[in-house]
């Protein structure tokens, strides 16, 4: 389909067809003027509409709402965003002589004002200083996973409440799935058709379990007649309960004769040591609290089966405000795995360079 007309050029192509016809070339302000001008606004509006609608009309070049119902059709959702979980800790200046309940959906923030939400009340016992509950990000996304320590300003303190933390990391936050990520599952199930019997079918099944990030399939996994199916969430391993979930979707409709296992995957531990140049104008601490953020959250489930490359990690770091140069000591080597395994973040060292 061409390009779509302006307004500009539609009305210059009508005055230019009226004075050919006519023999009258007429001025911006004359009568008839401002009447095409009028007409050739209402057709620059039909064209862009009908440009739009033509690109909504293939997977291709759809866009939000379109792009989900080109999805249905094919029988695929596009993935929900995760909130990310974990502890928050209140604590006390001293004991108090009675117990100190603090209620559930009590708001807490990190430095940037991420807002993170308890999911339960907890009580501070008397002649105790601290008490820990769960809570969740307050919206869905990346932006919820939190470095342990990070997260120490309340919104409305509690009575008597003198701080919160985090003893460990906020993590499992994931993005919502983008169009392209989504679009490049749609177009891959023309392009590997799920029947019921190869692998694309059990990938696409399992992967609409909520809380599942990646699928690996593997055919004959134990001989001819089984199949096995490993999945990770959107923080990494998988629980008991994710597990169940994913068989209890694949069981009735397996293939008759076929044994469907589901799996954890295989954690492999990557090593990480980076050493950061700080930009001038830039606080160091900043700096490297936000590499190690970055590099936190870029171990997550959906790198299952996937080679991690030096490449990759180094522009990770390097796309971090205030980093001027890097030196990526470890690892030394892009990290290869199978389709089993899943890469994991273990020691992590961020230091600036002296």
């Known amino acids: 389909m061409s390009e779509p007309k302006t307004l500009q050029i539609l009305y210059e192509q ?51 709402e379109s792009l ?11 993935r929900v965003g995760v909130r990310a979980r974990g502890t928050l800790r209140f604590f006390l200046e001293y004991p108090l002589m009675d117990d100190l309940h603090i209620p559930s959906g009590t708001v807490c923030t990190d430095a940037g004002l991420v807002r993170f939400v308890t999911l339960e009340a907890c009580t501070i016992p008397a002649g ?18 939190a470095l342990a320590g990070t997260i120490t300003l309340m919104t409305r303190a509690p009575v008597s409440v003198a701080g919160v933390t985090n003893p460990e990391a906020f993590v499992g936050g994931i993005d919502p799935e983008d169009d392209e990520t989504y679009r ?26 909520e809380g599942v990030a990646a699928v690996s399939v593997l055919p004959r996994w134990q001989g001819i007649g089984t199949v096995g199916v490993v999945i990770a969430a ?28 589901v799996l954890k995957p295989t954690e492999v531990s990557v090593p990480v040591t980076v050493q950061v140049q700080v930009a001038q104008g ?6 490297l609290l936000n590499v190690r953020t970055v590099i936190t959250q870029y ?24 980093v001027e140069n890097y030196v990526l000591a470890a690892p030394s080597s892009d990290i290869v795995v199978t389709a089993r395994q899943l890469p994991v973040l273990g020691a992590l060292s961020v230091t600036e360079v002296g």
């Open 14 to 64: 009508m005055r230019s067809d009226f004075a050919q016809r006519t023999g009258f070339y007429m001025e911006d302000n004359d009568d008839l003027a401002v009447r095409l001008w009028a007409v050739a606004a209402q057709l620059a509006a039909l064209y862009s509409e009908c440009g739009w609608s033509y690109r909504q009309s293939f997977p291709q070049t759809a866009e939000g």
């Open 282 to 287: 830039f606080d160091p601490a900043t700096v």
């Open 68 to 78: 989900d119902l080109h999805g249905q059709m094919r029988g695929l959702t596009r």
């Open 184 to 209: 490049q599952r749609i177009l891959d199930s023309y392009r590997r058709l799920p029947n019921g019997a190869n692998a694309a079918w059990y990938e696409v099944r399992a992967l609409e379990v």
């Open 128 to 145: 105790e200083t601290y008490a820990d509950a769960q809570a969740e990000a307050e919206a869905a996304g990346i932006g919820g996973n």
């Open 234 to 261: 959107g923080q990494g391993m998988p629980d008991e309960t994710l597990l169940q979930a994913v068989e209890e979707v694949l069981e009735p409709a397996r293939e008759i004769a076929t044994d469907v296992t």
């Open 299 to 322: 171990f997550n489930g959906t790198l299952l089966g996937k080679q991690l490359y030096r490449a990759a990690l180094g522009q990770l770091v390097y796309s971090v405000p205030g």
